[in-house]
């Protein structure tokens, strides 16, 4: 698969010349004749940073051009991927739920683990099919594999919960966290699609919102 540029999402040809080890000269896109991969010289945290701000370009140099074409094993890295992001659920259902003197450990984390299971399992139907149907995907890139790897990869904010246990915050943050979460898979979504903002958001919204009914009825 050709890499892509992060200002406009068209496929090129080459990102950049290496003329010698650490020598490079970044490629302009024909489309926009912008630099078509500006990060590939930037410092990971400016990535993260931009990632944190929700900057198409950033998602776009991740989801097209790092992960999709360095990772050697790629089903290897989707399942690790989705197994800490169950986790990272499943830890949230815990501290919203809260622990009961009536029940052992042990009984409560195997439904706490069932639950966040469930609510994954219908959460990522939903969100495997929908958006076959409702969005157009950019060439290369419409797989159901593509669309679990954008959404996982894109709920990074979810390890901001194991702050948790560290300093004692209010279970609300968990709520904030999920309202962050969401706008990420939107623009990372909105990345990988041609669709307008508002399918993008209403797809996203409408399974996260889901998700919670789902959680809540199996509370
Ligand atoms: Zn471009």
Redesign the pocket.
Known sequence: MNPR?V??G?GVEKLYIQYSPGNIRLLK?S??K?V?DEYIECEVMILIIDLILHKPPAYRHLLFNLLRDKVQNFDALLFKLSIIFLALDAYKLWILNGISVEQSIMIMGLKTFGCALLGNVVFFCVLLVLPRRFLTFVDDFSGYRDVLLVVIVSSYLKLYMLSMLVWELPASVVYIIDLFVMSSNMVALRAITESPFRRCFGLCFGVHALKFFVNWLLK
């Open positions: 540029c200002k406009c068209q896109c489309n926009c912008s078509a």
